[in-house]
Every structure is written in structure tokens, then in C-alpha cells.
């Protein structure tokens, strides 16, 4: 009965992830996708995201009407 694995989501791919004593890194698929949520790997390879979000939120100023 309760014999289906439990199953994440990678928090960094999305890839999936069975939840077991194999997973080394869960909730992470892999150490890569691990230490990209740790920041590290981003850290290494200098890549900042863009500050100030750029996300379309121009919409509801509409509605401030
Ligand atoms: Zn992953």
C-alpha cells in the first residue's frame, strides 16, 4: 500500500528527486544543484542577477485609477 516513494521536486531544477537513503542530496538532485541553492556555485561562476526585479508589474498601476 504504501510502498510508492516519496518524491520531491529539486528546488533547483525541478528535477525529480526520490526521497530515499540513495539521495545524498535531497531535497537536491545532485551536490551541483545543491550548492547552486547554497550559492556557492553562483558565487564561483560570478553571476549576479540582475538587481531590481524587471518583472511587468506595471499592471496594476492601471487599476490605481
Ligand atoms: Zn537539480
Do not use: H
Amino acid at each position: 500500500m504504501s510502498d510508492t516513494p516519496l518524491q520531491v521536486n529539486c528546488p533547483t531544477c525541478g528535477k525529480p528527486v526520490i526521497w530515499n537513503e540513495q539521495s545524498t542530496y535531497r531535497p537536491f538532485c545532485s551536490k551541483r544543484c545543491q550548492l547552486i541553492d547554497l550559492g556557492e556555485w553562483a558565487d564561483e561562476e560570478k553571476r549576479i542577477p540582475s538587481s531590481g526585479d524587471q518583472s511587468d508589474s506595471d499592471e496594476w498601476s492601471e487599476e490605481e485609477k
